[in-house]
């Protein structure tokens, strides 16, 4: 059977070396090291592009294994993959392999200006890009009331999105995520 070309097909693609609290209760397993994480993002976005593009794959990764593999619904134009990224060296990956870059607000602006930024443009640099076409996305949360007071408290919904990745990094456990957002300050909380 010859594979067919889709119109259904997303637009982009989100991803990145994960968070604990999102991968260890749903599946059960050990939370691998940063290095390994990031290694098993590169290779996945390898794979994922190859199988977008090409009939019949065949991979040989450190993680990721292929023989003869087909998608029979593959996309006309594949989804654009946007590097999620908190820090130098996936932001710098984000720029070289990705379509686009992703990222949460409420962290220090140094952060974004100093460190982010930066390496995406490294990363476009070394790949040989220009930055045309590449989108750069943040996540912003937003309250609003008549009451600037509620306003305020209501953003402690998104609390553990002001979290810092080192506060956060191995928290695999939802209540534990909530105790720490909820011990923030108000202002904290808000800053995301």
């Known amino acids: 059977m010859i594979p067919r070309r ?18 260890v209760p749903s599946i059960g397993m050990e939370w691998p ?9 590169r290779e996945a976005i390898q794979l994922m592009r190859q199988l977008w593009t090409e009939d019949r794959v065949s991979f040989r990764g450190e993680f990721y294994r292929t023989e003869n593999t087909t998608l029979y ?11 999620a990224a908190a820090g130098a060296m ?17 962290k220090a602006e140094s952060l ?3 460190t982010l930024l930066p390496n995406i443009a490294a990363g476009l640099e070394a790949a040989g890009k220009d930055g045309t ?13 008549a009451d600037a007071g509620r306003a305020l408290e209501d953003t402690r919904h998104w609390a553990a999105l002001a979290l810092s990745q080192e506060e956060k990094l ?3 456990d939802p209540l534990e995520m909530e105790r720490l957002a909820a011990s923030l300050p108000l202002e904290r909380a808000a800053s995301c």
Do not use: Q, W
């Open 73 to 83: 619904d593959r996309p006309v134009t594949p989804a654009s993959i946007f590097g």
């Open 33 to 41: 090291a940063f290095n390994e994480r990031f290694a098993r993002f």
């Open 90 to 106: 996936v932001a710098k990956c984000a720029g070289r392999a990705g379509d686009g870059f992703i990222c949460t607000a409420g």
């Open 170 to 172: 191995s928290v695999e």
């Open 112 to 114: 974004y200006t100093e």
């Open 133 to 145: 076409g590449y989108e750069r996305m943040i996540e912003m949360k937003a309250s609003f009331d």
């Open 6 to 23: 889709t119109t259904h097909a997303p637009r982009s693609l989100g991803a990145g070396t994960g968070e604990s609290l999102n991968e």
